[in-house]
């Protein structure tokens, strides 16, 4: 910032919104959570957190909806993470809930539908009343339609046609007992805004979200890693190549983009010049309809 | 690289989702996988044209519908600006959603189609910029290329576009001539109207001054959260007492003297810390953490202001409103109010007049505001509020109104 001209640059203005958002939650809910997976995205929220109640510790937990399929990197950092921040980490499971009967596993193993029960019984069983969630309104067109404070129903429900006007910087979070509001403090910020952010900052990440080698397998015209969640079909042919993830969710729908891009500055120049939206090009599961995520988000979904 | 927020008003037929659509193209913000998605859909419902509009109509009752429901926001940077669009619909809830997406704005763009003229829809959307204080206004006068590029047609719009908005509050005004299906002064100047010598809009989206839009006069703090680290072991840090917040208006700097409302309590800054370090000074809309020489009780819905330099401590408000809700204004209905970082109730005391949006005429008689209506209303509230007049400060001069029993935003309150 310059001193004379009292002017914010744009990483500026986007932090003060998201820390105001933040604390405005922390102000007026009693049980808030903050949705975290190791994800970029919901590590620069935490970040946010953090930075919002220095030099006092995040004042409410952090929760990972767990698939079971995990990239081993990103659980490594998950549990590193809150150990620094000293925050408590709320795991929760999809095993269990299937486990428990809640859901049943689908024919294709993916679990990122199934996530939706795991975090409305969590909501639910935990009391919480608000939810942090690293969503962007860049990144999806029904999400460019949701509110920054998103007022859910007794049953987690969305009703895009019946959302509260939001003015100014007055957020409305009034709710009844067994209702909840998902809070998003990263809606105005874009892909590129986040990588530059990460890098201004000089935030840890998963390892994987920077180029390495990789055994991998193209379905669905996307490249997905060999692992033990992810095994090729017999056609399916594995290829070992130089990428990294640009988002990272439940990994038998989670490609890789072919990519040497090993530094922050590497990704901040490749995001600025790529051609492709990041769920267009790494994720499976907003492929199906051209209102799949919409549907998602109805039932309760992130 | 500076950030500008803008509102785009219009409805469907006066090319605003194609000048949108052409901003977005042409600085290379619309991705491939989403245009190829809007072609096929666009191919398979038969439209001719490449329907741009489906880029932000995201909601499936939108797209059964064809109609654009909700604000949709879009975003785009240019090597100088980074940019959030709100995007407005024209026809259902036009009140509702141009005031949600003027309230933030820095800038709204009106479009005018050159073969229509200024129409009843035009001079609606200025009103609407007026009345949420947008600081600068741009008129594009669009499908010049319909018109043979011809500058009377421009002129004619401009000056009777200029006499309406004398009977308005607008500070800065710009018309501009394109062709958004062809790209004539959207992204470049154009060949075709060497008649105009101001800028393309991008380029003046790029330009436009908007630092000196904040208040740097009227020191305001609304007191957000105290922050109280109440460490065991370290007794710097269990002694620490920080009041956070956004500065909403003025400047503050370590050593000011300060007052804190409604206590009144006479202080000075200590410091300003943020996670990043103390800092020099702090103005809107940094998130900030105040530090007090003396200990004062402070809590949540607090203002620290400067002992010179004080808002409005009242109980008695008079204010436009908007309405956003389907059930109308009860006079006399109790409200929940929210006002900076405070929640207090209030009672509609009285409704003074409902503006006629079109035409500005006052109605006296009107004893309620139904969805879309704006009046002028005299609230009573159940504690003071720390006011200053909307025209001043758009942080400290709003309100929300809320419905009691269902939580629901019903009013948008702009303090006179």
């Given at each position: 910032?310059?001193?004379?001209?009292?002017?914010?640059?744009?990483?500026?203005?986007?932090?003060?919104?998201?820390?105001?958002?933040?604390?405005?939650?922390?102000?007026?809910?009693?049980?808030?959570?903050?949705?975290?997976?190791?994800?970029?995205?919901?590590?620069?929220?935490?970040?946010?957190?953090?930075?919002?109640?220095?030099?006092?510790?995040?004042?409410?937990?952090?929760?990972?909806?767990?698939?079971?399929h995990n990239f081993d990197e990103v659980l490594d950092f998950r549990d590193s993470t809150v150990e620094r921040l000293g925050v408590r980490l709320v795991v929760a499971s999809v095993e269990d809930s299937i486990a428990k009967g809640r859901v049943r596993e689908r024919p294709d193993g993916v679990r990122n539908p199934?996530?939706?029960?795991?975090?409305?019984?969590?909501?639910?069983?935990?009391?919480?009343?608000?939810?942090?969630?690293?969503?962007?309104?860049?990144?999806?067109?029904?999400?460019?339609?949701?509110?920054?404070?998103?007022?859910?129903?007794?049953?987690?429900?969305?009703?895009?046609?019946?959302?509260?006007?939001?003015?100014?910087?007055?957020?409305?979070?009034?709710?009844?007992?067994?209702?909840?509001?998902?809070?998003?403090?990263l809606s105005n910020w874009t892909e590129l805004d986040v990588w530059q952010y990460l890098a201004a900052e000089e935030i840890d990440l998963p390892s994987i979200?920077?180029?390495?080698?990789?055994?991998?397998?193209?379905?669905?015209?996307?490249?997905?890693?060999?692992?033990?969640?992810?095994?090729?079909?017999?056609?399916?042919?594995?290829?070992?190549?130089?990428?990294?993830?640009?988002?990272?969710?439940?990994?038998?729908?989670?490609?890789?983009?072919?990519?040497?891009?090993?530094?922050?500055?590497?990704?901040v120049a490749e995001v600025a010049a790529t051609r492709m939206t990041e769920r267009g090009a790494t994720r499976a599961d907003d492929r199906l309809t051209e209102a799949a995520m919409e549907d998602r988000k109805k039932e309760g979904y992130f | 690289m500076e950030l500008l927020r803008f509102a785009t008003a219009g409805s469907v037929d006066d090319g605003k989702s194609t000048l949108i659509g052409r901003l977005l193209y042409d600085t290379k913000s619309i991705f491939e996988d989403q245009l190829e998605s809007i072609e096929r859909t666009s191919r398979d419902r038969g439209d001719e044209q490449t329907n741009l509009a489906l880029l932000t109509d995201g909601l499936r009752a939108e797209r059964e519908q064809g109609i654009t429901i909700d604000v949709a926001y879009r975003y785009f940077a240019t090597p100088k600006r980074k940019f959030i669009i709100a995007d407005t619909p024209g026809h259902i809830q036009y009140t509702r959603n141009m005031v949600t997406g003027a309230s933030t704005a820095n800038l709204a763009l009106i479009l005018i189609d050159a073969r229509q003229g200024i129409v009843e829809q035009s001079r609606r959307h200025a009103f609407i910029a007026s009345l949420l204080r947008v600081?600068?206004?741009?008129?594009?006068?669009?499908?010049?290329?319909?018109?043979?590029?011809?500058?009377?047609?421009?002129?004619?719009?401009?000056?009777?576009?200029?006499?309406?908005?004398?009977?308005?509050?607008?500070?800065?005004?710009?018309?501009?001539?394109?062709?958004?299906l062809l790209g004539d002064n959207v992204v470049h100047r154009s060949a075709n109207m060497p008649w105009y010598d101001g800028s393309s809009l991008l380029h003046h989206l790029e330009q436009v001054h908007i630092a000196s839009d904040r208040n740097l006069i009227d020191a305001r703090f609304p007191v957000q959260y105290v922050i109280r680290p109440q460490h065991q072991t370290n007794r710097e840090l269990h002694d620490y007492r920080g009041y956070a917040g956004v500065v909403a208006g003025g400047v503050f700097k370590p050593g000011d003297d300060v007052v804190v409302l409604p206590s009144g309590l006479a202080t000075t800054i200590e410091s300003i810390d943020t996670a990043d370090g103390a800092v020099k000074e702090a103005f809107a809309p940094m998130s900030v953490t105040i530090r007090l020489g003396d200990d004062v009780d402070v809590s949540r819905g607090d203002m620290i202001c400067r002992p010179h330099n004080q808002p409005r401590v009242t109980q008695d408000v008079e204010a436009m409103i908007c309405w956003l809700a389907d059930q109308p204004l009860q006079v006399r209905g109790m409200y929940a109010i929210k006002h900076t970082t405070r929640n207090v109730r209030g009672q509609v005391r009285e409704l003074e007049y409902r503006i006629d949006i079109n035409s500005l005429h006052r109605d006296e008689t009107a004893d309620t505001l139904s969805l879309n209506e704006?009046?002028?209303?005299?609230?009573?509230?159940?504690?003071?509020?720390?006011?200053?007049?909307?025209?001043?400060?758009?942080?400290?001069g709003s309100f929300l109104l809320i419905e009691e029993s269902t939580g629901a935003t019903v009013g948008a309150g702009m303090i006179l």
């Open positions: 910032m310059t001193a004379q001209t009292y002017e914010l640059s744009h990483l500026q203005a986007l932090e003060a919104e998201s820390i105001h958002i933040i604390r405005e939650v922390a102000a007026e809910f009693e049980r808030p959570v903050l949705l975290f997976s190791g994800g970029k995205d919901s590590v620069v929220m935490l970040h946010l957190a953090a930075k919002a109640f220095t030099p006092a510790r995040v004042p409410f937990p952090v929760m990972h909806i767990d698939t079971g199934l996530q939706t029960v795991t975090l409305l019984d969590a909501i639910n069983d935990n009391g919480f009343d608000a939810v942090f969630g690293g969503a962007r309104r860049d990144e999806e067109k029904a999400r460019a339609k949701e509110r920054v404070f998103s007022f859910r129903d007794e049953f987690g429900q969305w009703d895009p046609k019946n959302q509260r006007p939001e003015l100014w910087s007055l957020y409305n979070g009034r709710h009844h007992k067994g209702e909840h509001i998902r809070v998003f403090p979200y920077f180029a390495h080698e990789r055994e991998v397998f193209q379905r669905d015209g996307m490249w997905l890693s060999v692992g033990k969640h992810n095994s090729p079909r017999e056609h399916e042919e594995v290829v070992t190549m130089t990428v990294r993830f640009r988002t990272v969710g439940d990994a038998p729908i989670t490609g890789a983009v072919e990519s040497t891009a090993a530094t922050y500055d590497d990704i | 600081p600068h206004l741009v008129l594009c006068v669009n499908k010049m290329d319909l018109v043979d590029y011809d500058e009377t047609v421009f002129q004619r719009i401009r000056d009777e576009f200029r006499q309406f908005a004398s009977k308005l509050d607008i500070g800065d005004l710009t018309f501009i001539p394109v062709s958004a704006i009046g002028r209303v005299t609230l009573r509230t159940t504690q003071p509020l720390f006011v200053d007049e909307y025209r001043r400060n758009r942080i400290t």
